[in-house]
């Protein structure tokens, strides 16, 4: 049976837990397994079942939130008293910030009393200091948003729950439909999600998870130097999406700013030449953690470069990032993605993006 906490909250661009036990059964190594994109985490927290020492990092805070509750989370009933607690204190007559949310998608978004308690939420926990507030956070951005028509378990007014559509489109789009928030009661559904997710024990090992940019991962974890044996990861994709984008209501939820973030960021490449610059600066990042023999795993994809390309810009960057040989030990496996969740939600066309499964030894 697939653990419960794998889907803790959906997450856009991410590789099944199949994907990570076929590599881990195929590795000679015994190292630390680690993901330098780590995402929601599964790299990570399929090899804590599978008994391996692991780690990660991502520079986007809803990755490491979640991650980060998956591979090291609290102990059920720590958690459960704390959800009491934030039950017992929330104060419905109490002004959490109200006035910094003002305008028309948060009105049509969350029925006002669902609203009161996400703010409150919002301004107490503590999900970067504290274990059992990390995994109240985690599943706060699990049900932040989502098909609420098909489930009572979400916060908002109808909504991919995959990625936070742009307020000015779900604005039109409620109105146009005549659709209406619900009452949610917050609580309700953490309790709910709570012992959903405390189904599945969790794994024995507990794993580590950096918010930090892979290009300087090194610096921010010193002590990994040396131990890393196994890589499993998918790096971004060259023009496929745009994570602090596409995850702005939960980058709100977790501190940020109500508005969807300007700029492109580190997170979306557009040009095939800054991207392999990008790669090749995060393997250099990378090197210092990998033991002297190491195997990377590279799942990886697009619309502008074929299969050749892509493996010919991994042995490249990898080769002068880690400044190592890598040794490519099969011809690589492909996937064609017929139907992608950008397609799903921003209902585009049959997609002819392509992945490719790359291994390497280094």
């Known amino acids: 049976m697939r653990h419960r906490f794998h889907a803790i909250c959906p997450y856009f661009a991410m590789f099944p837990e199949a994907f990570v036990d076929k590599h881990l059964a195929a590795t000679r190594h015994a190292g630390m397994v680690f993901d330098p994109f780590c995402g929601r985490g599964t790299a990570v927290f399929q ?94 951005l699990g049900a932040l948003h989502g098909e609420s028509h098909r489930s009572p378990n979400y916060f908002s007014n109808r909504m991919s729950r995959t990625i936070s559509t742009k307020p000015e489109y779900s604005v039109r789009w409620w109105r146009r439909n005549g659709w209406e928030a619900p009452r949610r009661n917050v609580f309700d559904i953490l309790e709910r999600a709570l012992e959903f997710r405390f189904r599945s024990r969790p794994p024995m090992r507990t794993g580590r998870v950096v918010e930090s940019d892979a290009r300087r991962i090194a610096e921010a974890a010193p002590d990994l130097k040396g131990t890393v044996t196994d ?44 991207y392999w610059t990008f790669l090749e600066d995060s393997w250099r990042g990378l090197a210092p953690l990998l033991a002297e023999q190491a195997r990377v795993v590279v799942r990886i994809g697009g ?47 049959p997609s002819r993006l392509e992945e490719h499964d790359f291994v390497f030894a280094v």
Do not use: M
């Open 231 to 274: 890589v499993i990861t998918s790096p971004p994709y060259l023009d496929t999406t745009n994570f602090r984008e596409d995850q702005w209501l939960r980058l709100w939820f977790l501190g940020g700013e109500p508005a969807v973030p300007r700029g492109r960021g580190d997170d979306r490449h557009y040009s095939p030449s800054l």
């Open 47 to 140: 090899a804590l079942l599978r008994d391996r020492l692991a780690a990660g990092c991502d520079i986007n805070p809803v990755a490491v939130c979640i991650s980060g509750a998956k591979c090291d989370p609290p102990d059920r009933t720590t958690v459960a008293a704390r959800l009491t607690q934030l039950r017992n204190e929330f104060s419905e007559n109490d002004d959490y910030g109200s006035g910094k949310v003002e305008g028309d998608f948060f009105r049509l978004c969350f029925h006002p009393d669902t609203l009161s308690q996400v703010l409150y939420l919002r301004s107490v926990l503590a999900w970067r200091q504290r274990k059992d507030d990390r995994f109240l956070s985690a599943l706060c």
């Open 303 to 349: 619309r502008k470069l074929d299969k050749e390309a892509l493996r010919d810009g991994l042995v490249t960057t990898l080769q002068a990032g880690l400044d190592r040989h890598a040794s490519a030990l099969d011809e690589g496996v492909s996937l064609r993605t017929a139907k992608t969740q950008a397609n799903a939600f921003r209902g585009s066309g």
